[in-house]
């Protein structure tokens, strides 16, 4: 006598939930790896050191401070803005969600420009938000004349742009950031410019931040400060903004170690500046390497190098580079990338496991 409760009906995940395919990115066992654009080293010992003493004072039986009002402190120092302006989260993903949670929805439309880092628009989905994809030039360059198109025809609530742009690595012009700030402003939507990668980059989009500027400009601990384990990333924007996400974010959300974590490492600026030139050198190491071979290589102004090998196809020079124990990153199906791979700068030994392998497959 089962059978009535076997014709129960199952829930069903929310219809466009359910015909997600989820962010997937392979995490093999493998000696080189060189896939998520991490930081080959971990943090400077000094800084694991810190975090020991500062795990043995948490107080864990409470909550931890609600408002993370130390590492906002500390963050604005770093930029020179007041902690007001700053938000914090558990990666800067956690940040754009919130930010989507706040400003988007239903109802509303966030615009990105492809392609470009695809959990932009997967939030925009997740959070129920309407979804405007604007391309990019073939040179994978912004498109001004597209974004003004986009932006003054659909009126998308929130704006993406993400400089240098994962996955291409390419930075774009500063003037070209402020004109599409001027086309938000217009038609009174938010710019969120996804600056991860900001530190590789010789341009800012805080440069063009105020009160009264609709702009949030996003950072992560996960790259530069080599925390990817850590998980956490924050936002600088006006006042107006940050009020905003605190509402939306899950009160406590973020951990007393990830605060400690993120307060502490604060104390190693400088070994991360240092870290961060030699990242800058070695990618010009690579670079030249890559141009030795029968590749297309596209200019880079992040940790990270977009290429399409010539001879081979760009998803059978994955599977061998996978068989030598090099992980790079498949961006060969993604809609304007065909055939290309996406290198992270490593170690000069990984650099060089990695150019070696790829030219014996090309040979
Ligand atoms: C890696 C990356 C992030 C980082 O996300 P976290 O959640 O902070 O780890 C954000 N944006 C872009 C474009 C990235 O490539």
New binding site residues.
């Given amino acids: 006598m089962t059978t009535d409760r076997a014709v129960t009906p199952r829930i069903e995940a929310r219809a466009d939930i359910a015909l997600m395919a989820g962010y997937h990115s392979p995490q093999l066992d493998v000696r080189v790896r060189l896939n998520t654009?991490e930081s080959p080293v971990p943090p400077p010992e000094a800084f694991t050191e810190a975090m020991a003493a500062a795990v043995r004072r948490i107080n864990w039986n409470r909550y931890p401070d609600r408002a993370a009002r130390e590492l906002r402190a500390r963050i604005a120092g770093l930029h020179g803005v007041d902690p007001g302006n700053v938000f914090a989260a558990n990666?800067?993903?956690?940040v754009i969600q919130c930010l989507l949670l706040a400003f988007g929805g239903p109802g509303r439309a966030a615009a990105t420009f492809e392609p470009t880092?695809a959990?932009h628009s997967h939030l925009a989905r997740v959070t129920g938000t309407a979804l405007v994809q604007g391309r990019r030039r073939d040179d994978l360059g912004l498109d001004l004349d597209e974004a003004a198109v986009v932006i003054g025809r659909r009126r998308p609530a929130v704006t993406f742009l993400?400089s240098p742009n994962?996955p291409t690595g390419m930075t774009d012009d500063p003037g070209a950031v402020a004109v599409v700030l001027d086309r938000v402003a217009e038609v009174g939507g938010l710019l969120c410019v996804?600056e991860?990668?900001g530190q590789f980059s010789p341009h800012t989009a805080l440069d063009l931040a105020g009160p009264d500027v609709p702009l949030a400009v996003?950072r992560?601990y996960?790259?530069t400060w080599a925390m990817?384990g850590a998980?956490l990333?924050y936002l600088i924007g006006p006042e107006w903004v940050v009020a905003e996400l605190d509402k939306v974010a899950l009160p406590y959300h973020l951990d007393a170690m990830t605060q400690a974590a993120g307060v502490a490492a604060l104390d190693h600026v400088e070994e991360m500046n240092r870290r961060v030139a030699d990242l800058v050198a070695e990618r010009s190491r690579l670079c030249a390497g890559l141009a030795r071979l029968p590749v297309k290589v596209w200019p880079s102004g992040a940790n990270f190098v977009l290429f399409r090998p010539a001879p081979v196809p760009g998803a059978e020079v994955w599977r061998r580079l996978v068989d030598r124990s090099v992980l790079v990153r498949d961006c060969s199906s993604w809609p304007g990338l065909e055939g290309c791979l996406r290198v992270t700068v490593g170690t000069p030994d990984e650099n060089d496991t990695f150019l070696q392998a790829l030219e014996e497959i090309l040979a």
Avoid: H, Q, V
């Fill in positions: 654009n990666g800067s993903n956690e880092y959990l993400c994962n996804d991860a990668y996003t992560t996960s790259k990817a998980r990333g």
